[in-house]
């Protein structure tokens, strides 16, 4: 059965700080790939989306940026974080156009 | 574009009420809808889906009817517990155009009291 894990649970950072979260999916090839950002009590903002190796999609300019360097493999990435990149990151994957996608754990950022 | 359109809530409904939570779409395509359910603090799960007009998804006692002549997919449950406590997503996949993504509502707030 596929599996997807998602690291670290929580994280804080002071501003300006870099930053690296990691995605890995298992029991599957060539999924897609999403990163996505909710802010507290929001709804769900996508950031970047995957559909193969080095092959990346951003949805929104701002200082994050994202890389695929193996199959299951997606990380989410900031050089110097800023105090509105705070929130619950999620990632996720599916198998395919209109296939249900599905959910890691999350990733709660704090900046200080 | 396309788009999902639900309530936000909360919506507060006491142990063993009916539920229902609307949505409604819009699609340039013929998209495939679901429902996901949020627990505090934990990543969304797949609570049901489905992919063709007239069909029914189910889970867990909540079902959802894919209505294309309303456009709707409203998400309904006979009588709600407590741990059904959560935050419930629309959501719709569309591949017209090639497009990857998957479009989610604002997310509807449910808090069932004892």
């Known amino acids: 059965s596929q599996t997807i894990h998602q690291w670290p649970a929580t994280l804080v950072q002071p501003v300006g700080s870099p930053l690296s979260l990691e995605c890995t999916v298992e029991g599957t090839s060539n999924p897609n790939l999403y990163w996505y950002r909710q802010a507290a009590g929001r709804g769900l903002q996508l950031l970047f989306y995957?559909?193969?190796?080095?092959?990346i999609s951003s949805e929104v300019p701002q200082n994050l940026s994202a890389s695929r360097p193996q199959d299951r493999q997606f990380i989410l990435s900031s050089k110097k974080l800023l105090l509105s990149d705070s929130g619950f990151y999620l990632c996720?994957?599916?198998?395919?156009?209109?296939?249900?996608?599905?959910f890691g754990d999350g990733t709660r950022l704090s900046i200080l | 574009g396309d788009s999902v359109t639900q309530m936000e809530g909360p919506v507060t409904l006491s142990e063993e009420a009916f539920l229902t939570i609307n949505c409604t779409y819009t699609a340039t395509g013929y998209p495939s809808l679901f429902w996901y359910v949020q627990y505090p603090g934990e990543g969304l799960q797949l609570l049901l889906k489905?992919?063709?007009?007239?069909d029914k998804g189910s889970n867990k006692g909540f079902e959802a009817t894919y209505r294309k002549e309303t456009t709707s997919f409203h998400l309904e449950k006979g009588s709600v517990q407590v741990s059904d406590s959560a935050v419930y997503f629309c959501?719709?996949?569309?591949?017209?155009?090639?497009?990857?993504?998957?479009?989610f509502g604002i997310g509807t707030k449910l808090q069932v009291i004892p």
């Open positions: 959501a719709l996949s569309d591949s017209s155009g090639g497009y990857q993504k998957v479009t």
């Open positions: 995957s559909v193969g190796i080095g092959q």
């Open positions: 489905a992919t063709k007009a007239d």
């Open positions: 996720a994957w599916r198998d395919g156009n209109n296939q249900p996608q599905h």
